[in-house]
């Protein structure tokens, strides 16, 4: 199995564990993941969230005025060139 997709399937599990149901989306260059974050969540939930997907290429929280939020995380099938390379503050 490929390292990005074990990778993947790590976070994944660590939200699951949180009580987060995840979705997992192969792409033709990356691994994405999303859940849907409820209203509320402990502290030490979302620490144990954004340790999760600390370990992504890329990750985000995507939150709408009908107070939905959905987490994002992105795992890279190949390493990024140099000049395409985002880490957690960085949004396309």
Known sequence: MPASKVRAEAIAARLSAVGLATRVEERDDCTAIEAEVPKPL????WREVL?????????????????DRTLWAVVH????????????????
């Open 42 to 45: 402990s502290a030490e939930s």
């Open 77 to 92: 099938k190949t390493v990024p060139a140099t000049g395409d390379v985002g880490g957690p503050g960085h949004q396309r």
């Open 51 to 67: 340790e999760a997907v600390a370990t992504a290429d890329r990750f985000g929280l995507l939150a709408t005025s009908s107070n």
